[in-house]
């Protein structure tokens, strides 16, 4: 069973950046892919950036390109979404997730672990 151990939210002010990160127990995901998603108070979860571990290809949500950027620590069994300009909008709690598929997914039901979510807050 992978473990994903999501880390880096807080409270900040609108216009600065956090580095959130996602820390795997297993190796396995680097067979697959991994996801941000997040999820508002009364909001559905919604994707928003993903990342093929072979290889390294990325894509992401219209709705965030050009702010997020996801990439990936091989040694380190990690993932990192870097939240550049943060908006009050960008508040919610943000979850990794790793699919054992090595496909680019924008749908939550393929992906087979999730973390437990870090709250990211931002101040306007």
């Known amino acids: 069973q992978v473990q994903l151990v999501e880390s880096g939210g807080g409270l900040v002010q609108a216009g600065a950046s956090l580095r959130l990160s996602c820390a795997a127990s297993?190796?396995?995901?680097?067979?697959?892919?991994v996801g941000w998603f997040r999820q508002a108070p009364g909001k559905e979860r919604e994707f928003v950036a993903g990342i093929i571990w072979s290889g390294g290809s990325t894509y992401y949500s219209d709705s965030v390109k050009g702010r997020f950027s996801i990439s990936r620590d091989n040694a380190k069994n990690t993932v990192y979404l870097q939240i550049n300009s943060l908006k009050p909008e960008d508040t919610a709690v943000y979850y990794c997730?790793?699919?054992?598929?090595?496909?680019?997914?924008?749908?939550?039901?393929?992906?087979?672990?999730w973390g437990q979510g870090t709250q990211v807050t931002i101040s306007s």
């Open positions: 997730a790793a699919s054992k598929r090595r496909i680019a997914t924008t749908q939550a039901t393929a992906y087979d672990y």
């Open positions: 297993e190796r396995t995901i680097s067979s697959g892919a």
